[in-house]
């Protein structure tokens, strides 16, 4: 038997930056620290090519020719390739997330690990390499006049950081900070801040001693030095790629001010309305806890424990859980429905673990999974504040919440005896983020990540079942235009194998509306879990025997390329073109809009052109004529509100939370639609545009003159009379156009379009006039992958392929 050496050891590793202006990217041979006789062999790298680059907002454009064309360089391929290495940021949040969504895809389609390493360490690595020594001081930009800040020190044996955690501070604080240190004579100072606020620095007495330009930014080189360092392999962790996230410094901007609010104010209607009644049927919402909450969460505290050893909160003991002054972090969570609070979690950060301090569920409510969803809440803040573990006391008798704190993820970590009253220990216990959340299919909570064994196994397969799968070509689509990471399969006959949605609804619920910033986070950290999910679905629905379907027995990978929040466009392009070109697969690019048209496909495939279709949806209204597939006219569209956008303002208005529609909805399916006689925009005959602003006017003035009046509104009439004057605008001009272009086929789509009185109106009025009216199912009409794979079905049967340098297209038209 030949000796082991250590090149049998090393693997070829890609590693990407784009958090910062600077396009990061070397390829290298990674030794793994080693041990030869009980003696170790440190880590170590070996930079084969680089192409390091300034490709200011182009990184999604450039990056995957760039790996292209860096292991081109280096004489090797894609095949070649036995791990990726990308840098977790902090940096530009769009620049992190473009370069975090591509490695995912890379990695989760090449079936091998991704590591994940700091943006700022990197900078601190590469000058090391450059000969410095001593003080180094890090000024990371973070835009809007902050910087990320980090101080190391820097020997023969690499830089030793001397903070805990990356944080974010304007920079000349930043600034003013380091000129007050007693070394500040000392300090070194690098960073891409430095190109924008170097004058700051300038003028703090710091540029003297500012490293050459060349190195402000972060390099491959530099990332590869500093995951290969004992601080970077042990902050790596997991080398699933579902388990990467970017460094976050801070939580979104409507994240934060919702923590600076007293709460969800009640709707000024409530009194009069009966808003509280007609809610009955309302979902269960989470949200911040408000300093109104404080009276109810202390009662139900006092409920929940009577008896027990635990003694509980005071309402002023919650109350100062908001304290703004805090010297640590809180989250706290609150659940309710129809305006009851019936349960709440919360806790503190300290260092980089979270304390849950209390947990509490009313007892009519228990075993429905507000526990989870709370502390899922809780957590995720956490983890945006940097915390990667969570601890809590338990009473060591209380067996119920023992067995669901350990169905999380925690365990054992130690006893405090005598801890509660009456001499009851204190059973301590632990958990790695994130928990391990178990979601049913009908939740809308988005699919976890949950720790695993990585790579996966390569599946056995049958040469009946590899023939098979060659016969069936199957395509892999991805929707993330707004706020559903969505994923499906489709063979090339149609056959719809696969379906997922992880849906943030919760998320954004609380602000009446999709939060962007939000929305794109979620996206990052649940689109492995739904690809994995579609992989196993396809596997069971073709009964194939072994296990998931592998990325490289697909045919081709879509994507959804716009038009829709850029952010979260962002991060569906960046992971399909890196999963497309590592499993070696073209790829489709599917314009969103034209996905919500091929809808009704699934329901009516004989479909075909020409008719008139219509969409309505949060984001978009207009009228088509489909003359061919391709061949679109847009014969109207909406002059200002969309219809969805405007049933969630009207919702917002009486005060029924989000999204709207369905609310409305079922308050209409019991009201008068001639109740109230709401305005009709643009109706006369031959203009097919929309305006729905007016009719939003009109609710809101109905609402404060009925209130001023002390009249009690009905809110079944209202939402009737208001989906009917939207309804019949819809209806009239559907008509209008289908008589005018000849046409005798007519369909819809679009999230409104699952609204029952829409569809059975238009199937009722336009049947009798002899028109074929076709809806998409149900779980189609609101964003949704499958939509996006029968687009990408036809595409595929085109040979309609897209290039590796596209990019998101937020504003793409029909």
């Known amino acids: 038997m030949l000796p082991m050496k250590l090149d049998d ?62 292991l081109a360089d280096a004489g090797k391929s894609m095949a070649d390739v036995g791990g990726f290495l990308v840098g977790r940021g902090p940096g530009s949040f769009t620049g992190v997330r473009i370069g975090i969504s591509t490695a995912k895809g890379l990695a989760r389609g090449a079936n091998v690990p991704l590591m994940g390493g700091s943006t700022l360490d990197a900078c601190a690595w590469l000058a090391w390499r450059s000969g410095v020594r001593g003080k180094l ?118 994240e934060e001010n919702e923590r600076k609010r007293l709460g969800l104010a009640e709707s000024v209607n409530t009194a009069v309305t009966g808003v509280a009644d007609e809610l009955a049927g309302r979902h269960l919402q989470v949200r911040p806890m408000a300093a109104a909450d404080a009276e109810a969460m202390a009662a139900l505290e006092r409920d929940c424990f009577a008896g027990a050893a635990h003694e509980p909160w005071s309402a002023s003991m919650f109350l100062e859980e908001l304290d703004p002054n805090a010297p640590a972090a809180r989250s706290w969570w609150v659940a309710h429905d129809n305006g009851e609070l019936i349960g709440f979690a919360g806790g503190m950060v300290v260092d980089k673990d979270i304390e849950i301090l209390d947990v509490a569920v009313s007892r009519a409510h228990r075993r429905e999974g ?84 990585w790579p996966l196994e390569a599946p056995a397969r049958t040469p009946e079942e590899r023939a098979e799968l060659e016969r069936r070509q199957l395509i892999l689509a991805i929707e993330s235009s707004c706020d559903e990471t969505a994923v499906a399969i489709i063979d090339a006959e149609g056959a719809l194998l696969a379906n997922q949605v992880s849906t943030q609804i919760d998320f954004h619920a609380r602000f009446g509306g999709v939060v962007p910033e939000i929305a794109s986070r979620k996206h990052v950290e649940v689109i492995v879990g739904v690809v994995d999910a579609a992989l196993e679905e396809v596997a069971e629905s073709l009964g194939l025997t072994g296990g998931a379907l592998a990325p490289s027995e697909l045919a081709a990978v879509g994507v959804t390329q716009g038009p829709g929040l ?134 809101t003035l109905y609402i404060e003159q009925e209130t001023a009046a002390g009249r009690t509104i009905s809110l079944p009439d209202l939402a009737a009379s208001f989906e009917a004057a939207v309804f019949d605008v819809q209806y009239k001009k559907a008509k209008n156009a289908l008589r005018e272009t000849g046409a005798h086929e007519y369909c819809i789509g679009g999230g409104v379009a699952a609204n029952p009185h829409l569809r059975r109106m238009m199937i009722e009025k336009l049947g009798r006039q002899g028109i074929r009216v076709t809806v998409p199912p149900q779980n189609a009409c609101t964003d949704n992958a499958a939509m996006i794979a029968v687009v990408a079905r036809e595409k595929f049967l085109r040979g309609e392929f897209a290039p590796m340098n596209v990019d998101a297209d937020p504003n793409m038209t029909l």
């Open 9 to 70: 050891f090393r693997t070829l590793i890609v590693a990407v930056d784009t958090s910062t202006d600077m396009l990061a990217c070397s390829v290298a041979w990674w030794t793994p620290e080693v041990f030869f006789d009980d003696t170790p062999s440190r880590a170590c790298v070996e930079v084969l090519a680089s192409r390091d680059h300034l490709c200011r907002r182009q990184a999604n454009v450039e990056l995957v020719e760039t790996i292209d064309a860096v």
């Open 137 to 254: 001081a890090v000024a990371a930009d973070a835009m809007r006049g902050e910087v990320y800040p980090a101080l190391y020190e820097v020997d023969e044996d690499g830089p030793r950081r001397l903070f805990e955690r990356e944080r974010v501070v304007k920079a000349a604080a930043a600034a003013e900070e380091w000129a007050e240190r007693p070394d500040a004579t000392e300090l070194q100072l690098t960073g891409d801040g430095l190109v924008r606020y170097g004058k700051l620095f300038e003028e703090a007495g710091l540029m003297s001693r500012a490293l050459p330009r060349e190195l402000w930014w972060p390099t491959g080189e530099g990332l590869l030095l500093a995951a290969a360092s004992p601080e970077g392999l042990a902050a790596a962790g997991a080398t699933d790629p579902a388990l990467v996230l970017p460094v976050y410094t801070r939580l979104s901007d409507a």
């Open 370 to 453: 507000i526990a989870r969803k709370l502390l899922s809440h809780v957590s995720y803040d956490a983890q945006m504040l940097g915390c990667t573990t969570a601890s809590l006391e338990v009473e060591a008798d209380n067996e119920a919440a023992i067995a669901l704190y350990g169905s999380l993820g925690f365990g054992e970590a130690g006893r405090r005896r005598g801890y509660y009253a009456g001499g009851v220990d204190a059973l301590v216990m632990s958990a790695p983020l994130p928990l391990v959340l178990p979601v049913d299919a009908a939740s809308p909570e988005p699919i976890a990540a949950v720790a695993r064994d």
């Open 566 to 699: 850029v952010g979260a466009l962002v991060v569906g392009v960046a992971f399909a073109k890196g999963f497309a070109y590592a499993a070696g697969k073209p790829l489709i690019c599917v314009n969103h809009l034209e996905g919500h048209l091929f809808a009704n496909k699934l329901t009516t495939p004989d479909l075909e052109p020409p008719f008139i279709f219509t969409l309505v949806s949060g984001g978009h209204t207009m009228l088509v004529h489909v003359r061919a597939w391709g061949d679109y006219e847009v014969l109207g569209e909406t002059l200002d509100d969309a219809v969805g956008e405007a049933f969630d303002k009207v919702a917002k208005a009486l005060g029924l939370g989000y999204p709207g529609g369905p609310v409305i909805s079922r308050l209409a399916e019991t009201g008068n639609p001639k109740a109230i006689d709401f305005p009709r925009a643009l109706n006369s005959k031959g203009d097919y545009r929309f305006s729905l602003s007016g009719l939003k006017t009109a609710v």
